[in-house]
């Protein structure tokens, strides 16, 4: 017991260790978020002007006035903004203007338009200019039904033969909640090969983490906690029935340790987001990794108990080096999913970039879980042959959890799915950390049923595989020892009887000679 002690207290002091470690390599090497740097950009042609995305965030209302970070301030703020254009494009004379317009998305069709219901443009054409409707050259505007001064633009001229143009810093401050898209807009087919350098700052009222990204910090409070609860309940048992644990169980504690390890590591992330709005390379590559480790071992777990392991076969034989080779490969596809998606600036990932990384990664889960099911159907038909009627309900138990989890995940990823693709402008962006969150939800849950059905305990070497069972069934053991227990008990009842009989026998004889001795 006291080295089961020990085990446990060594084991947190290397994982205090390694946050220490984690937290201050984290200062060496960040990358930015939700400030966005801008690096000699180009512009793409779109329609009848140029354009560069400069980024789409959710932003709260601002709800005071202060100057700290969390001062209840929004804003988006400009800083060394700095365009550049070819000498060939200096030689004309007078001003060529570059727009810088900000909208919400609920504003999008107050920019541009179309004369007789054709093309839409962005910027105003020679027949919107007859109407009356805009001045030739400038963005095509409508106020907002909300707000006259909205959406923002705001002008950065090239004047005479200049190469490059400047914006002063400013800052666009933010009175009402909702999807901000920025963009920088050319309209002169001169400027076609400019380029942009330059940052902005996007800020909440609660610092500097995106509005769609903010709950999951509270979030991942709650499921630290969570595991922490279980955490405590698993180790007390672990150490209490110390000798009695299986290897089995040492998989699960290993699960656990990392699942809480995780959740701590994406609180620190965000929280450093929040306060600087920069992610570090280190840090958030540490939790992505964390997280990956998780699930390869959390997958390899389910399917080793599908398999029996431990319980119906003392190893996987054969089977190891396959199951070896899946993990692997499932977590190199889940690393660089999750290290594309997370580390680096928050909208800096094309859908298309995403998509072939997100296909491999479904593939494997979806090999994954036909053979978890085809391998817990072979070790239910193996235990009904057995007539192991404890370890056959435990695992009826599991199967009924796993298909009810397989389920659930199933309908999550339609609704997912239908999420994304009746909001493509990201419009209930409030609600969308949900989607997040689910999986992580029911992946707890799952691993609460196995703590509860492999839980450490006085009798959890009944479980574990013995070929001295061989194939009679627990029912029969019982029964068995029921009946010789019967027995025993009858055969020393009868003797006593037997005894007892013998007595009173030899107490009668001598009464019965007592008299005739009298008599005579």
Known sequence: MDSAFARGRSRSVCF?????????????????????IYDHEPFQELGNAYLLAGGSEAIVAAASQGSSIHDGRSYIRFENITFRRPKAAAKARGSVPVHIIIFE????????????????????????????????????????AT?????????????????????????????????????????????????????????NPDGYLPGRMAPLKKFYV??????????????????????????????????????????ILWYFEYVNFNNTGMRPIVLTTWVVTVGAIRKTLSRLLILSVSMGYGVVRPTLGGL??????????????????????????????????RLLLVI?????????????????????????????????????????????????SVAWIGFEVYFKATDPFNERWQSAWIITAFW??????????????????????????????????????????????????????LARQEKNVGTDGSFDQEDESEEEDKRE
């Open 440 to 493: 992580d939800v029911i992946t707890f849950a799952l691993l609460c049923v196995i703590c509860y059905l492999w839980g450490p305990s006085q009798s959890s070497q009944r479980y574990a595989y013995s070929e001295k069972v061989g194939e009679d069934s627990d029912d029969e053991e019982a029964q068995s020892l029921t009946k010789e227990k019967q027995e025993g008990q009858s055969e020393i009842s």
């Open 16 to 36: 205090a260790a390694s946050l220490v470690y984690i937290l201050l390599s984290s200062i060496a090497v960040t990358t930015f978020a939700s400030i966005h």
């Open 320 to 353: 190891t080096s396959k199951v070896l080779l899946l993990g692997i490969t499932y977590f190199l596809a889940s690393e660089l999913l999750n290290i594309t998606e997370y580390v680096g600036t928050i909208n800096d990932v094309s859908g298309r970039a």
């Open 105 to 144: 998305a609920a504003d999008r069709n107050d920019i541009g338009g179309s004369a007789y219901g054709g093309q839409r443009a962005i910027c105003c054409t020679p027949d919107l200019a007859k109407m009356g409707v805009c001045k030739q050259g400038e963005i095509i505007r409508r106020p907002s």
């Open 222 to 263: 709650f499921m630290a906690l969570a595991y922490v609860c279980l955490s405590i309940i698993w180790f007390f048992q672990y150490v209490r029935f110390w000798d009695d644990v299986l290897q089995l169980q040492h998989c699960i504690t290993a699960v656990i340790a990392l699942g809480l390890f995780e959740m």
């Open 147 to 203: 707000d006259i001064n909205w959406p923002v633009v705001l002008d950065v001229q090239f004047k005479g033969k200049s190469v490059i143009s400047s914006l002063n810093s400013q800052k666009v401050s933010i009175k009402k909640t909702g999807m901000y898209n920025l963009f920088f807009v050319a309209c002169d087919p001169k400027l076609k090969d400019m380029v942009m350098s330059g940052k902005t700052i996007w800020k």
């Open 360 to 408: 491999p990664d479904a593939f494997l889960d979806a090999f994954l879980i036909l053979w978890i099911f085809t391998s817990l159907s072979k070790t239910l038909e193996q235990l009904q042959a057995k007539r192991s009627s404890v370890k056959l309900d435990i695992y009826r138990k599991f199967s009924n959890a796993l298909a009810v989890t397989v389920i659930s």
